[in-house]
């Protein structure tokens, strides 16, 4: 008689993985919530009138680079997201880690350009520098890719806060 030991199928099969229409899903879902913040703060004449350093960016880089990034950042949290070999608990505190950092990110905006406080949105800048840095070492610990993808972001936004503290001690 031929005995054969029963197949067990690993319990991480059974975990759904996130196909090609979650990654469209979470692209868009970052773009226009980033893009909601920033018509809803738009700059203004306040914005405008600031002194602010020569190497402050034209006003029509911000839409591109956000777009990028917003794109980059949400194919970093699918890539977690679908990883079956991680341990749950690192994969769920990266992508609590994520929603933390996000919700700093579209924060900063209406801080800024709604409040007209560059020194709150300083704070809160970097607040969110924390929370990305701990978001994209821990992202890198469950998909060494999506730990990388999000450099481009902490560069992006390491800029952003050295500007930001410029504008505002220009015009304290």
Not at 28 to 41: I, N, Q, Y
Not at 44 to 60: E, F, I, R, V
Not at 62 to 76: D, E
């Amino acid at each position: 008689m031929n005995h054969r030991p029963p197949v067990v199928l690993p319990e991480i099969a059974a975990r759904p993985r996130e196909g090609w229409f979650a990654l469209l899903g979470w692209i868009l879902l970052l773009v226009g919530l980033g893009a909601l913040a920033g018509v809803l703060f738009a700059p203004n004449g306040w914005y405008a009138a600031l002194l602010k350093p020569t190497w402050n960016p034209p006003s029509w880089v911000f839409g591109p680079v956000w777009t990028l990034l917003y794109t980059i950042m949400a194919v970093a949290l699918w890539l977690v997201r679908r990883e079956l070999d991680a341990d749950d608990v690192l994969r769920q505190r990266a992508v609590a880690l994520f929603a933390i950092q996000f919700l700093l990110n579209l924060a900063w905006t209406p801080l800024f350009f709604g409040l007209h406080s560059p020194g709150l949105a300083f704070a809160e800048i970097c607040l969110l520098w924390i929370a990305l840095l701990s978001t994209m070492l821990t992202f890198g610990r469950v998909n060494a890719l999506a730990g990388y993808l999000l450099l481009p972001y902490l560069l992006w936004v390491s800029f952003a806060l050295v500007l930001n503290g410029t504008i505002w001690l220009m015009n304290s």
